[in-house]
Structure formats: C-alpha cells, structure tokens
C-alpha cells in the first residue's frame, strides 16, 4: 500500500505537538465563534458581505492596481511590481545597497516567507532580523512557522526556553513572563541599530493608498520608529477598494483570527513623513508582488485570493489539528494553504497536488472564513485538476471501473448479491487496498447486498393484499 | 537606484486573467452599520460613546486632524 | 454547502434513493425510510434502476466517472416529483456536488432540475410535508450527529427538533459538536490515520455523554464511528434517524 505523506506525517507527529496545536486551535475557534455571536446581529451576513467586497476588489485589479499606485506616489512612496520572488529579494537589495544598509529588522509578514527573503539578505552579508517574539523564536531556531499566525504554535514554553538558552540568551527559564522580556531586551537594540525597516501590509486602500499593520506586539511601529526607510511587501491580492471597507474587514480580522475585538496595534500609513511630521521612515518603498498570483487569477480557484490571512480556518480544521501545519509542507497550511499553496507552484502543482485532499471536506472553514471563501468547492476542483493531469494518488481508490458499475443497474446489481462473498472471505485475501485501509481501524458491517430491494418486493405484496 | 521593475508584465498577466470574464463581481451596497457591536448600536450617537471611551484611557477625541 | 431553491412540494408521490450505502449494508434504515414516508400517507416509488448518486468519485477527483453516474441517475428519476434521499451527504451530492461538476456539461440543465426536486429526509418531514412533531415512544438518550453536509442547510434543525418532540426521547449534549467525524468519503482510506484520529475524539466526545444510541442522518458517518467502536471492542449502538422515526411508531402501536 502507498501513503498520502501527510497522513504518514500526522501518524508520526509527537503527541505533545499535537496537544499543543490543538489546545490553542480549539480554545482560539471556541472564542471566535462566541464573541462574534454576541457582539454582532449578523455575523455570517457581514462574512457574505466582506467576501463580495474581496471578490469585486480581485476581479477588479484591473482597475485598483493602478490606482492604488497613483494614491502611493502621490503619497510620496515609491511603488516597484516584482513578477516573483526572485526580483522581489533583488528590488529589497538594491534599495538597501542604495542607503548603505546592512542591519533589518523586520515585522511579520508571510510574503516574505514566501520568497525566502531572510536567507537571500543572509547570504548578501545583510541581517535581517525578524522582531514578532514568534517568528524571531521561529529565526533563532532555524525552524519554519505552522500557522499563518501563530507561527510556534507547535512549540511548547519548555522549547522556546531551550532554545533561548542555546542562543545565548540567559539560562533555561520557561516562564513566559521572562521570555517575553529577554527577546524585549534583545530586540531594543536590533531596532536602533538598522537601516531599514521591512513590513508587509494586511489591507491596501486603493481609495486613499494607505497600508493597513496590525500587530499585538507594536512591532512594526519599532521597526519604523528608529529607521529612514520603510519597505513595504505586499501581495497584489491585499488591495481593498475604499476605507470605509476598512471597519468591516478589521471587525472581522481579530475576531476571526485571535479572538480578539482588535489587535494590540492598529495602524494606517499613506506615505514616508510628512515635512510636519517629528519623526517616521523619510522615505517608503512598496513592493507589491506577483509570485504566482496572476495565475491563481486566471483559474476557477481565484476567490481563494480574497483571503485576508486570518487563520481561522487553520483553527477549525479538524485535519489541520491533527497532523499540525508543518505537514503540508509551505508557508501556507491548513485549509486555505490546501488551495492556494498547490496553485502557486504554477507549473509545479503536481508537487503539492495531495494537500487538497488532505480533507474530508467537512465545510468548517467555509463556516469560519471572514471573507466567506468556498474552500470545499476549490478543493474538489482541485482533485479534478489532479486527476486531469494524471498526478497519482496514493491511497485513493480508482473510480473507473466504479463508474462503469454504478451506471448499469444490471451489473450494479449482479454486484449487490455477488458482494455477500466478502462476508465469508477474509479481507486480507481480497485485492482490494481500500478495504485494507478500512480494516485497520474499523469493523467492516456485513454485507447485505439486495435485501432492501427483496423486502420492498414482500412489502408490497403484503400491501396490495 | 534602478530597480529590476516587472509593471508592464504583472499588469498585462492582470488583464489576461479578467478579460475573459463575462462580468466582474459587483462592488455590494452595504450599511457599515453591520459592523457596529450591538450594544453600542442601542440610539446612541457613537461619536459620544466613542469620546467617553477614550477620556477613560486619558485619550481626546478631535473632529478636525488640524 | 448550499440548498438551491427547491419546487414547492404539492402532491404525496415521491421517489425514493435509498443510497448505496443501503443496498449495499443497511437494508432495514432504507425499509424505515419506506415506512416513514407512507405513514405519512406518500406513494413511494423506488426506480430499480438507481446505483449511486455519483459522490465517491466526485470526492475521488474522478468527475468524468463520476458524470456517467449522475447521468445514470438523472435518467433514472424521471419526471417532476420530489426525490427524497435519507442522506444528507447523497442530498447536497444532488443540489450542489452535480450542479458544480456539470458547470460546462451541455446537461447542465437537467442535472440542475434534479437537484431542484431533491430532499434530504428530514428536512422533506418538517419542511416539505410541514410535519413538525413526532408521535410515538422511544425511551433512548440519543447523541445527536450532524453530518458535515447538513451544514448550512435546514436539515440540522428539522431532525433534531423533530427527534425533541418524541416521548421519551432524551438528545444528550456533547462537545464539539461542530467537528466532523473523519469518514470524508475516499479520504477515510487514503488518510487512514487522521480519519480515525478524527473518529476517536469525536467518539471520546459522545461517549462522555452516555447516550444508549448515537444517531444520524447520515449512514457513512454513523459506519465509520460505529466500526471503530466495534473493532476497538467497545461497541456503540448506531441508528439513523429514520429508524429512530418508525421504531417511535412501533412502540407506540401507530403501526
């Protein structure tokens, strides 16, 4: 028998990782769903609403994408389109080389991730230090994020504390008190002693250019405090269309994502400072990056593009409890990385093409989606784009010969009568994987092929007489 | 500095994928009052409630940034 | 999972899917279904040319294989009358599942006339017939299991306030009600491990309620859970609804 990889991953995962993710993901989702229930008349009325919003804004690009580059350079930033990764870590050199900058401090941003800017700053002799607590544990530990949000949610406060030791940062102390403090004090300095700051952006407003950051930790503002320039990293797909959108969408993030009412730190940024401004980056850069969006645009897939990185879907996912974010094996897990992760391999998809069906195809995600994306749907196209392009699928019965059976009532029902064999035969002997697969951990019930039919016949007999 | 600048390519690839849509999605009509917190939604003015909230945390509420 | 907008119910004449699943193990919930439905007072027709409606290779990936058993079936439930499945997930396979995998089929049309007919059973009872309590008797702390295709639909609601108004009949509370049990068609194979993991803890959840019977709408979910509590020796009573229905009548003597 084959194996899907992340089933084998799952089955393997330490039980104490798996605790870990599902304590957070359960407490966080239970949360989200009573807050927003109490607080709001509506709250699946405003997930409707905000989807459509998103979708207008993505088929619509057309139009806001150079627009929204009109508003930032009217703003005073400069404005660089990067078609991949590649040129976007290009475009970050180039502009830090122009200021003679070597030291970054950067803020949370999945982007990034996604185009491996660190280890390409790394290996230019530049430092590019990540200041969220979570990904600087992530940083120091050579080690990838799990959640688009919470990236060490895999990790318990036993771990962190190791590795803080291991790092040079003071003897074990498991405290989270403690910790928090020491990466605090580590972290000062690393933001006074940049150049430049680099951070994503959760919300672009086309109508008036401005950025939208929200942290907890008001790491971003740090990184901008103490530097002269502002990089902005930012997905094609993160533009809305006004500000007035803006209060929906950031009622609805938090809650969604951390069953919070608002993040710590809410900001909005339209340009470098202003001449009457006492401080700020003097100047900005926004890179808005491609990467394998236009692709996902030109697909039936393409509302997976309204996606505002919430993670509540990840929260939900009764599959992503169990085998932890690590298993799909991208910077985007959990439902909405079974969608997007595979289509932003573009030519490659065969790569990723198991992670969309990873799912039972429960519709908690869709249930939970801030922006109300169809994730069940896309990810049943996904099989079928799989299935197109002949990519195998371990473990998954074939469906030709079913499909023959199913469509001929007399051999459907020659089968009904012939199927009561696997009553008497051990399921070890018969050829059939998928049933082995089933015998591991379930009873098979006895078959009983043609019996409704025979008692319906008896039963209308009776009736008619 | 001159960058490597991908504009013409990323917005050509932009147009190549809407084009062929039979129609785009249309902007909804919406009440921002949807996303007020209910209680607060109960006949009051929420630029007062707004303005006693932030006096607790020793803030000021301004109607004009100047 | 959507509903699309069904055509009013006028008459009492239905077909009747009795799933796979049925044909193949659990004859006595199809013969329930019957039962049910002509208490009621319905003619319950039963084309003997049905096989499946088309989801396990939908779900497989397999939409070509799985369009010639839609088609099959389509050909199969002639006509205009409603077609009352005892499935949720069978059900929303018919209004939802077809009408996405023939979007560029030149039938689209008629698979989209079927799904327009199609009922799961309890929402037909309550929201179809307007049947809104149960008669009977059926002494049984029951956990209540919504399959995951009820979601956004109105069968949730119509069985499990159908279920609260039988005598006797006690719906035992448990946590994570929302989560799926694991079954997930072709994905209880092909990801083995996670699908029972899912089954453990959702088992663990309704067992802490100690309920004499768990009960569905659904019989994949209620043959996933309920083999793994057989093979791991700790037996669970499983019933779908519609067995719950005609047993509530039995014991009252209504027939």
Redesign the interface.
């Known amino acids: 028998m084959r194996f899907q990889q992340i089933d084998q991953f799952a089955a393997h995962l330490k039980a104490d990782t798996r605790a870990s993710v599902y304590q957070s993901t359960k407490l966080t989702h239970e949360k989200r769903t009573k807050m927003l229930f109490d607080q709001f008349a509506d709250p699946n009325r405003m997930r409707a609403i905000a989807g459509e919003i998103k979708q207008h804004a993505i088929e619509n690009l057309d139009t806001y994408l150079p627009a929204v580059e009109a508003k930032l350079q009217a703003n005073g930033a400069h404005v660089h389109w990067a078609a991949d990764g590649e040129t976007a870590c290009q475009q970050v050199l180039a502009i830090m080389r122009a200021h003679g900058a070597t030291k970054m401090v950067k803020a949370k941003t999945m982007v990034s991730e996604e185009i491996e800017l660190a280890e390409f700053l790394g290996k230019h002799g530049i430092e590019a230090l990540e200041t969220d607590l979570g990904e600087f544990i992530i940083q120091i530990d050579h080690d990838h994020p799990s959640h688009i949000i919470r990236p060490i949610i895999h990790k318990n406060r036993r771990e962190v504390a190791e590795s803080f030791e291991k790092n040079g940062l003071g003897a074990y102390n498991d405290e989270p008190e403690v910790i928090t403090r020491r990466a605090r004090q580590f972290l000062r300095h690393k933001y006074l002693e940049a150049q430049v700051g680099l951070t994503g952006a959760n919300f672009v407003s086309a109508e008036s250019g401005r950025i939208v950051l929200v942290t907890n930790e008001g790491n971003s503002r740090f990184c901008l405090a103490a530097n002269k320039v502002h990089i902005a990293l930012i997905g094609i797909e993160k533009i809305v269309p006004r500000d007035r959108d803006l209060a929906l969408l950031l009622n609805l993030l938090a809650r969604s994502g951390t069953a919070q009412q608002l993040t710590v730190y809410t900001e909005f940024i339209s340009g470098p400072k202003s001449p009457t401004q006492p401080d700020g980056p003097e100047e900005m850069h926004v890179i808005f990056l491609d990467n394998g969006r236009t692709e996902v645009l030109a697909t039936e897939c393409r509302d997976i593009l309204r996606c505002i990185r919430c993670g509540a879907c990840l929260n939900v996912c009764p599959v992503y409890r169990q085998a932890s974010g690590h298993a799909y094996r991208s910077v985007y897990p959990g439902p909405v990385g079974a969608v997007l992760s595979p289509l932003l391999m573009g030519d490659n998809f065969a790569e990723k093409a198991d992670l969309p069906k990873a799912s039972s195809l429960c519709g908690a995600c869709q249930e939970v989606c801030p922006v109300n994306i169809p994730i069940p749907d896309m990810l049943l196209r996904l099989r079928d784009k799989a299935k197109q392009e002949h990519v195998s699928s371990p473990g998954t019965p074939p469906m030709g010969a079913w499909g023959l059976l199913a469509s001929q009532p007399a051999a459907w029902k020659a089968a009904l009568i012939g199927g009561k064999l696997i009553n008497h035969i051990p399921t070890k002997m018969l050829p059939i994987p998928a049933l082995r697969a089933w015998e591991q951990k379930r009873t098979l019930p006895a078959w009983r092929g043609g019996e409704f039919r025979k008692w319906l016949k008896q039963h209308r007999k009776e009736k008619s007489s | 500095?001159?960058?490597?600048?991908?504009?013409e390519?990323?917005?050509g690839?932009?147009?190549?994928?809407?084009t062929p849509?039979p129609e785009?999605?249309?902007?909804?009509d919406?009440d921002?009052e949807?996303?007020v917190?209910?209680?607060l939604l109960a006949n009051r003015d929420l630029f007062a409630v707004f303005t006693e909230r932030i006096k607790l945390v020793n803030g000021e509420a301004l109607t004009d940034p100047a | 999972m959507l509903n699309s907008e069904r055509r009013p119910v006028t008459g009492k004449r239905v077909q009747l899917m009795a799933t796979c699943l049925c044909d193949a193990f659990y004859d006595d919930m199809a013969a329930a279904t019957v039962q049910v439905l002509e208490y009621l007072g319905c003619t319950v027709e039963f084309p003997e040319g049905q096989t499946c409606c088309g989801q396990p290779a939908f779900n497989g990936g397999d939409w070509p294989a799985s369009r010639r058993v839609v088609r099959h079936t389509v050909k199969t439930f002639p006509g205009t009358d409603p077609v009352v499945v005892p499935s949720g997930s069978c059900a929303a396979m018919l209004f939802h599942g077809a009408v996405l995998e023939f979007e560029k089929e030149s039938d689209l049309a008629e698979v989209e006339a079927l799904g327009r007919r199609s009922w799961e059973l309890g929402d037909f009872i309550v929201n179809g017939l307007g049947v809104k309590a149960w008669p009977g008797r059926y002494e049984a702390a029951v956990a209540l299991h919504r399959s995951c295709h009820t979601r956004g639909t109105a069968s949730g609601p119509a069985v499990s306030g159908l279920l609260a108004t039988i005598p006797g009949l006690r719906l035992a509370e448990f946590g994570e009600g929302e989560q799926c049990c694991g079954f997930g068609g072709t994905f209880s194979v092909s990801f083995p491990n996670i699908s029972s993991a899912m089954g453990d803890l959702k088992l663990e959840h309704i067992r802490a309620a100690r309920p004499d019977v768990l009960v569905s709408g659904d019989m994949s979910c209620l043959m996933h859970l309920g083999g793994i509590a057989a093979k791991e020796g700790k037996p669970i009573k499983v019933v779908h609804f519609a067995q719950v229905l005609r047993d509530a009548l039995r014991n009252g003597g209504l027939i």
Do not use: E, G, H, S
Request: aromatic residues 6%; positive net charge; glycine residues 0%.
């Open positions: 500095m001159t960058l490597p600048d991908d504009r390519a990323i917005f690839r932009v147009r190549a994928a809407l849509l785009r999605a249309a902007m909804p919406y921002t949807i996303a917190v209910r209680k």
